[in-house]
T-cell receptor, first 115, second 115 residues
Framework: EPEVTQTPSHQVTQMGQEVILRCVPI?????FYWYRQILGQKVEFLVS????????KSEIFDDQFSVERPDGSNFTLKIRSTKLEDSAMYFC?????????????FGEGSRLTVL | KNQVEQSPQSLIILEGKNCTLQ??????????LRWYKQDTGRGPVSLTI?????NTKSNGRYTATLDADTKQSSLHITASQLSDSASYIC??????????????FGKGTKLSVKP
């Protein structure tokens, strides 16, 4: 069964360092998303991406964050200068369409720990 | 303010027993309601998606109900198994044009099934 894959599964970094989280969405999906979940809290939307550009972003997704689809398969989230409060599980998701009833498939997540 | 509230926060049941999880929401306008299962440290996995016109939807031992008038939903698990131990997240999509960024997540109910 096709799945969304994410790497790394866990990354530890020092405050102020840059981090890149990688995702390979399901191959025939056109819409890509990043969500994050701080430990013990609810999942929060960060950004959606379609046709090589950001289609929507939340207040959390400030200038510190960027997304890119560098080739035909990868979808990356870059955090430029990490802060302690960026420690969270980051989930990539993809969907075939942006229709309101579209199925959203999540990856296993990348746990980011900022020291 | 668009919110999704779930109860109980946590629940312990014995294997083989049934249970019902509740979700109340204030998201408006409403597009659809989703239930996800999230194993510890893993990504959410979709169980059901229900639109305004659907009252009940089943997926194996999982049955979701939706009352769009009272803005309530429930997830009923029949004959629980140890593998049902997970967080169950209620997610409501607002109808703002079809973007998946309108998903409002609840905090989840943590279910523990004991032998």
């Amino acid at each position: 069964e096709p799945e969304v894959t994410q790497t790394p599964s866990h990354q530890v970094t020092q405050m102020g360092q840059e981090v890149i989280l990688r995702c390979v969405p399901i191959s025939n999906h056109l819409y890509f998303y990043w969500y994050r979940q701080i430990l013990g809290q609810k999942v929060e939307f960060l950004v959606s991406f379609y046709n090589n550009e950001i289609s929507e972003k939340s207040e959390i997704f400030d200038d510190q964050f960027s997304v890119e689809r560098p080739d035909g398969s990868n979808f990356t989230l870059k955090i430029r200068s990490t802060k302690l409060e960026d420690s969270a599980m980051y989930f990539c998701a993809s969907s075939e369409a942006s229709q309101s009833a579209g199925e959203l498939f999540f990856g296993e997540g990348s746990r980011l720990t900022v020291l | 303010k668009n919110q999704v509230e779930q109860s109980p926060q946590s629940l312990i049941i014995l294997e083989g027993k049934n249970c019902t999880l509740q979700c109340n929401y204030t998201v408006s306008p409403f597009s659809n309601l989703r239930w996800y299962k999230q194993d510890t440290g893993r990504g959410p996995v979709s169980l059901t998606i229900m639109t305004f016109s659907e009252n009940t939807k089943s997926n194996g031992r999982y049955t979701a109900t939706l009352d769009a008038d009272t803005k309530q939903s429930s997830l009923h698990i029949t004959a629980s198994q140890l593998s049902d131990s997970a967080s169950y997240i209620c997610v409501v999509m607002g109808n703002y044009g079809g973007s998946q960024g309108n998903l409002i997540f609840g905090k989840g109910t943590k279910l523990s099934v004991k032998p």
